[in-house]
């Protein structure tokens, strides 16, 4: 008898949300009651629900918060200085590099919308989700 099916790894099913939302197909996983979440998430954080929905995401999100980060650890040693966001999408928040204005200046400010997408870290070219601003904020 053995039921004990190999745990997932930390990250299995955020790299297929990664190459969705790299291919203009980004979701979130919604459940009955609303709540939002992303892979590898298989249960509502929230209220525990294990029907989760995919709901696209939207093209664009209001920045929530943003700072800049001038030491980083290894994964983004080549990265510094960079701009971190919060960006609110609805059902989801995501977390990613601000890209497309300097670090530090008053370029985006809280509220403004900007696109999500996937593009490179510099330090070792592995995949991030990155935020530029958009045209007529
Ligand atoms: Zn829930």
């Known amino acids: 008898m053995s039921d004990d099916a190999p745990a997932p790894a930390d990250n299995a ?3 297929e949300w990664l190459d969705a939302l790299a291919d203009g197909e980004g979701y979130a996983l919604v459940c009955p009651d609303g709540h939002g979440s992303l892979p590898p998430r298989r249960v509502c954080p929230e209220c525990g629900a294990a029907a989760l929905a995919e709901e696209p995401l939207a093209e664009t999100g209001s920045v929530e918060t943003h700072s800049v980060v001038h ?16 960006v609110d999408f609805g059902p989801v928040r995501l977390t990613g590099v601000l890209r497309g204005v300097e670090p530090g200046t008053d370029a985006v400010a809280i509220g403004d919308r ?13 995949p991030l989700v990155a935020f530029r601003p958009t045209d007529g904020k």
């Open 114 to 126: 900007v696109a999500v997408g996937v593009e490179e870290r510099d330090t070792d070219g592995e």
């Open 71 to 86: 030491v980083a650890g290894p994964r983004f040693a080549d990265d510094t200085p960079y701009a971190n966001a919060i």
């Open 13 to 15: 099913g955020y790299d």
